[in-house]
């Protein structure tokens, strides 16, 4: 991955100077010190200088190309990747941007569905990865985009009765509600397969994810492969997959080394190309579309900083924190739950010995997962 930090640094010290109009990496903003005030439109920006009432204001990254704005403001066009270090520092004062400006989990659903009734594929595949984060696959899927999990970086949350599927968490923000195989089905798409290796002692999540989708639940990738040989298209047709990513490794390993990072990230690239494979027998037209999440924070790769949050689990809490270390999070409140989320790089309890990655707060790592899309005509 490209990370350019001179061009980080020629920005962020021109904007200490005057308001800069930048094009720019979409993750760049989240980059930018917490003094650095992010606008969409430069208007404001010009009603505060031409009124010399107004004192000068904080740094600001202008977003929009105006002339008018052109013949004032510098424009500076940086589009690589930001220094990852820097966001992890500073994305937590720029929140309001990553909702606003960049996709989030919870408009992936709306998304897919406008790009399928614009170019009404004949297949459509969603393969749910449980576990990746941007950062593992833009070196190799030109396609990616990054999208903002909006809420702790979860699989799933059961409500207090532990049997309700919380529909703001995790996978369940992402086929929303409608679902995509619903939203789908209302514009044509009546076939369906669902394939999942969740086990039917978490068939609550499972059944939420995939309900009125016609579900085999298999032992491993090879089992959907072998199932998807024998489709036959006959009618335009939805394709929903849950994929292991990256969390199953975090959670049944104590160390897991960068190689074997690197090769389980490796073999999801594979699976997807051998769907893709499989379905252009059909001689149709096809898009697969990925999305995690969440990603992992390794627990080997960073240095800690742990506070005391009692029953929190490492990188969040559903009960306030005192106040130094409330600090350090980011509080949200999905379907009427709240969370502490930790901002980078804090743990409100120890990662548990048995476990080599840690998700739930709020970091580059875990709370930047990608959305991409995969096309066969």
């Not at 990747?81 to 659903?109: F, K, S, W």
């Amino acid at each position: 991955m490209v990370e350019v930090e001179d061009g980080y640094q020629q920005l962020e010290n021109k904007l200490t100077r005057t308001p800069v109009i930048g094009d720019v990496h979409p993750l760049l903003p989240l980059a930018l010190s917490n003094s650095v005030r992010i606008v969409k439109c430069g208007d404001d920006v010009l009603s505060e200088l031409d009124d010399m009432l107004v004192a000068p204001q904080t740094p600001t990254l202008i977003l929009r190309h105006d002339l008018r704005l052109e013949a004032r403001f510098p424009t500076i066009s940086l589009k690589e990747h930001p220094p990852v270090d820097a966001i992890n520092r500073n994305m937590h004062c720029h929140l309001q941007y990553a909702r606003e400006q960049l996709l989030t989990t919870h408009g992936v659903a709306v998304t897919l569905v406008e790009d399928v009734i614009e170019r009404r594929y004949d297949i459509v595949v969603l393969m749910l990865v449980d576990g990746l984060s941007y950062g593992d696959v833009i070196d190799w899927i030109d396609t990616a985009i990054p999208c903002f999990v909006d809420g702790p970086s979860l699989t799933y949350r059961l409500a207090d009765d532990q049997r309700t599927v919380l529909p703001t968490v995790g996978f369940p923000s992402i086929v929303g509600s409608p679902s995509v195989f619903s939203r789908l089905h209302d514009i044509g798409y009546k076939n369906a397969l669902g394939y999942t290796y969740w086990a039917p002692d978490s068939n609550v999540i499972s059944d939420y994810l995939f309900r009125q989708i016609p579900t085999h639940r298999v032992a491993n990738f090879e089992a959907i492969l072998t199932e998807l040989r024998s489709f036959t298209f006959k009618q335009p047709t939805y394709i929903q997959i849950m994929r292991e990513g990256l969390d199953g490794l975090a959670h049944s390993k104590r160390e897991m080394s960068r190689a074997e990072i690197d090769g389980a990230i490796m073999a999801i690239r594979q699976d997807i190309e051998r769907v893709i494979q499989v379905l252009s027998k059909q001689k149709r037209r096809i898009c697969l579309y990925l999305v995690a999440d969440h990603g992992i924070l390794w627990k080997t790769e960073h240095n800690w900083k742990t506070l005391d949050v009692t029953g929190s689990k490492p990188r969040y809490s559903t009960t306030r924190p005192g106040e130094s270390a409330y600090a350090c999070t980011v509080r949200y409140e999905r379907s009427g739950q709240v969370y502490y989320s930790l901002t980078y790089p804090y743990l409100g309890s120890r990662i548990k010995a048995d476990d080599s990655g840690v998700h739930g707060g709020l970091s580059y790592q875990e709370s930047i997962v990608p959305f991409a899309k995969f096309e066969v005509r």
